[in-house]
């Protein structure tokens, strides 16, 4: 995976170099890497590295573009073991009752659960935590939300306050999956 580039304007070299000096001054012995590129982003006006990297994420960026774009593709037929596998994950209701342990079985399960999220509307953090704790029952849904965002069926705004379900085609092996399981 190649590393993005973070950069780092600055207005002011001086007070930069002036600020960095500061902080180091106040270490023992020589910082961390981690505690070195906050050093950076303070000196630079942010709060901390992560701030610096969330205001780059967010500045200008396109939407999240699916990870692999033949996990969003219409197969032509059905994988019939895969929905009858998926749909013993959820119970008949909807609800997921284990986390698959096939990578292609958690895919299709995302798409199952964003197919129960509302559309057109957005939700704050608790709102998506409330909203995935009563479609799963093995307690994290800090993993759904974030495997929802990975995948690029929701998106979240850098700060992470607003989230938003992407509207997409779903696959047709999640939907014989959803129409299974919601018979």
Same mark, same amino acid.
């Given at each position: 995976m190649s590393r993005k580039l973070i950069p780092l304007n600055l207005s002011d070299v001086s007070t930069f170099a002036k600020s960095v000096r500061s902080q180091l001054s106040n270490q023992d012995g /020589?910082?961390?890497? /981690?505690?070195? /590129?906050?050093?950076? #982003?303070? #000196? #630079?006006?942010?709060? +901390?590295?992560? +701030? /610096?990297? #969330?205001t780059v994420k967010g500045a200008g960026d396109p939407a999240p573009s699916p990870p692999d774009d033949k996990l969003f593709q219409q197969p032509s037929d059905i994988n019939q073991r895969l929905v009858e596998r998926i749909a013993r994950c959820f119970d008949k209701g909807g609800r997921l009752l284990r986390w698959p342990a096939r990578r292609t079985d958690q895919i299709v399960a995302l798409w199952i659960l964003w197919a129960q999220i509302p559309a057109a509307r957005e939700f704050s953090e608790p709102d998506v935590n409330i909203l995935l704790n009563e479609r799963h029952d093995f307690g994290d849904y800090a993993l759904l939300r974030r495997e929802l965002c990975d995948l690029g069926l929701m998106t979240r705004t850098p700060n992470g306050r607003v989230y938003r379900r992407v509207e997409r085609p779903m696959p047709s092996d999640a939907a014989a999956a959803l129409r299974l399981i919601l018979r």
């Open positions: /020589l910082p961390s890497h /981690l505690e070195l /590129l906050n050093i950076l #982003a303070k #000196a #630079a006006g942010l709060g +901390n590295f992560q +701030n /610096l990297r #969330a």
